[in-house]
């Protein structure tokens, strides 16, 4: 049975695309792009080199088949889907953006995998939240709890293994973290303006609900962003004594000496009471942490969900007791540097681009290679990013410390996490899921266009200047190492205790899980906090 859609108007064909050799030539040059100038991190992806092929063979066949421009923007965006990298990020010129024609995708529902954890490849899907809205349904409204068996006629293990290939994480199991996601955006080869239908099993029955998208939907699955302490964070057993905006600070009520701080973010808004990490933390130093850090003996560290944001280099000051340093970066020399304009693109701040006009003499003909590694955030002080030690306050802390990490714990939340751990040592250790494992932070665009008959790319802002590409997609020129060159992109954090997230977990009820487990390094604290043990 066909499924319904929404009417949609008679395709026009942006030049380069009318014909189908055309599109495929598109796909080509996009994949072409992006390998020659990131190849390292194609290949190193869990998929390797053989799933980057297959991504791309793929893409050539959709695109020779789809029927309109809004389509052949979609096989853009889940060839880039299989680009390794969770700073990516495309923009397509309106006229093949279904987002831009038909605005962001919604469903009524959200999907989430059984049970989520390393080395775990789910067999099973749930309807974990469901809105009190029927408009486009039919049949039987999806509940809280039904098992989705099957969508649009195909079984559920069909669509679990297109999340593992359209998928940017660094390891397989993370990508079943992004099963909803993915499908509502149209990357795992449902058409978000055609119908779906699910097929859920509930209470013994089969039942099939099948939602039909309006033409023009108003409503986005965003939320706005709330400080630490105006979300329904909490933790059983402790109570709120400092509240700031990416920082809250709970103690154990049973526990003397036993505290955790969520930190909910590393992103600061501009020109706001607390607009960046060095004013966070200076006032919490001043309103708290000063006087109470020696009386701490167990610190744990919430930094699950943390999307990572600005540079997080004043949050060391309050745990570490010597001089230190973030993690190192070294960057891609690529020959598209020679053209000044695109070189002057490659640093975002003065200082290293005063380290790169130093190092151009003797390391910029390494075309292909990388320039020697240098700190990927330079203190106040080091004018010329040569690795200059920033200075902790004399804090008193000598606890030890507790991460709760989750795989969305990414960018700079990664490289903080990897400090903790590399820095205090045996002091501390990480439990929950391992991180994202990608600190990576330089990146230029990479823009695709059509001209003279053939389809190229070019990369940097700068570049192409007379050219309206139809698509803009970020390419990483930096790879994340240690201050000896050690490479150590795309490496998750290890944990000591793997806490597992379940369908119908709540944010608050993995963490306090997480909490049980990290707590286990005092077991009279652990044990008078009554939480549900980790299970399948």
């Given amino acids: 049975m066909a499924s319904a859609s929404i009417t949609r108007p008679r395709a026009v064909w942006p030049d380069g695309l009318r014909i189908a050799p055309q599109r495929v030539e598109a796909v080509r040059a996009l994949a072409e792009g992006l390998t020659r100038n990131d190849g390292e991190a194609i290949h190193a992806g869990w998929q390797g080199r053989k799933g980057w092929s297959k991504a791309v063979r793929r893409a050539e066949k959709a695109a020779g088949t789809v029927r309109d421009p809004q389509a052949f923007g979609l096989v853009l965006r889940t060839l880039y889907a299989s680009y390794p990298s969770l700073h990516s990020h495309m923009d397509l010129r309106a006229d093949i953006d279904l987002r831009a024609s038909y605005g962001a995708p919604y469903l009524p529902f959200t999907i989430k995998v059984s049970i989520l954890g390393p080395g775990v490849i789910p067999n099973a899907v749930f309807i974990s939240s469901a809105a009190n ?22 079984p559920i293990s069909y669509w679990l293994s297109q999340t593992a290939t359209a998928c940017r994480r660094n390891s397989r199991w993370q990508c079943y973290d992004d099963f909803d996601k993915q499908l509502r955006s149209g990357l795992l080869g449902w058409d978000p303006r055609r119908s779906l239908s699910l097929d859920i099993s509930r209470d013994g029955t089969r039942q099939r609900s099948t939602y039909t998208p309006r033409a023009v939907p108003t409503r986005s699955d965003q939320h706005a962003r ?117 070189a002057s693109e490659v640093a975002d701040d003065p200082s290293h681009e005063r380290w ?32 200059k030690l920033a200075t902790p306050k004399p804090n008193g802390f000598t606890g ?14 990664a490289g903080f996490s990897w400090n903790i751990l590399t820095k205090l040592g045996p002091r501390a250790a990480a439990y929950g899921l391992p991180d994202s494992g990608d600190s990576n932070f330089a990146r230029l665009p990479l823009k695709l266009f059509y001209r003279g008959g053939k389809w190229n790319t070019a990369i940097g802002a700068g570049s192409i200047p007379n050219e309206k590409p139809i698509a803009i997609a970020n390419v990483m020129v930096t790879r994340t190492t240690e201050s000896d060159g050690r490479v150590i992109s795309g490496k998750s954090l290890p944990v000591r205790v793997t806490v597992k997230r379940r369908w119908n977990d709540t944010a608050n009820s993995w963490a306090e899980r997480a909490l049980h487990a990290a707590l286990g390094m005092d077991g009279k604290i652990a044990r008078s906090i009554k939480v549900p043990e980790e299970g399948n």
Avoid at 272 to 283: I, L, T, Y
Wanted: glycine share 10%; aromatic share 12%.
């Fill in 133 to 154: 809205d029927e408009d486009g349904l039919s049949g039987a409204r999806p509940a809280v709890g039904d098992r989705v068996t099957a969508m649009n006629g195909r």
């Fill in 356 to 387: 790169i006009a130093r190092v151009r003499a003797e390391a910029w003909h390494t075309i292909g290679g990388y320039l020697p590694p240098v700190p990927m955030f330079c203190t106040d002080d080091d004018e010329n990013c040569e690795g």
């Fill in 400 to 413: 030890v410390v507790a991460l709760v990490l989750d795989d969305n714990c990414i960018s700079s939340c």
């Fill in 226 to 342: 709330t400080g630490c302490g105006e979300d329904d964070t909490n933790y059983r057993g402790f109570t709120s004594v400092y509240a700031g905006w990416n920082l809250c600070v709970f103690r154990s009520a049973t526990g003397p000496g036993v505290e955790v701080w969520r930190l909910k973010s590393f992103h600061y808004a501009a020109n706001a009471a607390v607009d960046s990490p060095k004013s966070e933390v200076d006032r919490f130093w001043t309103q708290y942490w000063k006087a109470a850090a020696p009386s701490v003996r167990t610190l744990v560290v919430d930094v699950s969900g943390n999307g990572g944001g600005d540079v997080p280099l004043p949050w060391y000051s309050l745990l570490f007791d010597n001089p230190y340093q973030e993690q190192y970066a070294e960057y891609r020399r690529l020959r598209a540097y020679d053209d000044p304009a695109v």
